[in-house]
């Protein structure tokens, strides 16, 4: 597509369900990353795909946090028994492999799926 | 470690008038330097970026960077802000790896 695209927009789901979240990269781009923006706050690396190596998870914050990939296709964020902290914005960005000319670490970003946990 | 540093978290400024946004970086490799512009309710857009070359870049909506490797400083500025200028701006490096560090973001308001 012409960009990143995230679904849903919004999400409003109530503390211990589980929600899960879609990224669909711009086509062509091997990299993946989901990060997530607490309200007023600059953003935190969840996770980071590259084709089909294994993922980065450093930042998952806790075991309630899966992401999946599948090759350089779309991508889903899973949150288990949702907690009333897990509320914020959850962006994901895509980018062609990072590497030494530059243009592999240019991230172009979705518009961010607004989590709310009652 | 490589970490960014935004150094002011609001910055007011009347229309028309100039504004920088600074940013510093630390790191001892490589790096490419970025600044986001996050308007309310969106995701973050490239506003610009260095990769090599030139340290002055230019970029959308009349911005400029200026990459200072002595200072290890990136600051964004434009000669005359408008209205539609008042966001969220984040800088961010880069190494060649995967690790994409952002700062804190600077909240900019022009006002009318």
């Known amino acids: 597509g012409a960009g990143v695209s995230q679904s849903p927009s919004n999400k409003v789901t109530e503390k211990g369900k589980d929600v899960e979240l879609r990224c669909d990269p711009i086509?062509?781009?091997?990299?993946l990353y989901w990060y997530r923006q607490s309200l007023g706050q600059g953003l935190e690396f969840l996770i980071y795909?590259?084709?089909?190596?294994?993922?980065?998870k450093s930042g998952l914050p806790s075991d309630r946090f899966s992401a999946e990939r599948t090759g350089e296709s779309v991508s889903t964020l899973t949150i288990q028994r949702t907690q009333q902290e897990d509320s914020a914005v959850y962006l994901c960005?895509?980018?062609?492999?990072?590497?030494?000319?530059?243009?592999?670490?240019?991230?172009?970003f979705g518009a961010g799926t607004r989590l709310s946990v009652l | 470690a490589q970490s960014v540093t935004q150094l002011d978290s609001q910055v007011p400024v009347f229309e028309e008038a100039p504004v920088e946004l600074r940013c510093n970086y630390s790191s001892s490799v490589s790096v490419y330097l970025f600044w986001y512009v996050q308007y309310p309710n969106q995701g973050l857009q490239l506003l610009l970026k260095?990769?090599?070359?030139?340290?002055l870049v230019k970029g959308i909506n009349g911005f400029e960077a200026e990459f200072n490797k002595s200072q290890t400083s990136f600051h964004l500025r434009k000669p005359s802000v408008h209205i539609s200028d008042t966001a969220e701006y984040f800088c961010a490096a880069s190494g060649t790896g995967n690790q994409f560090y952002f700062g804190t973001g600077t909240s900019l308001t022009v006002i009318p």
């Open positions: 795909f590259q084709g089909n190596s294994a993922p980065d």
């Open positions: 960005a895509s980018s062609l492999t990072p590497g030494t000319s530059g243009r592999g670490n240019i991230q172009y």
């Open positions: 086509s062509g781009h091997t990299a």
């Open positions: 260095y990769l090599s070359g030139s340290t």
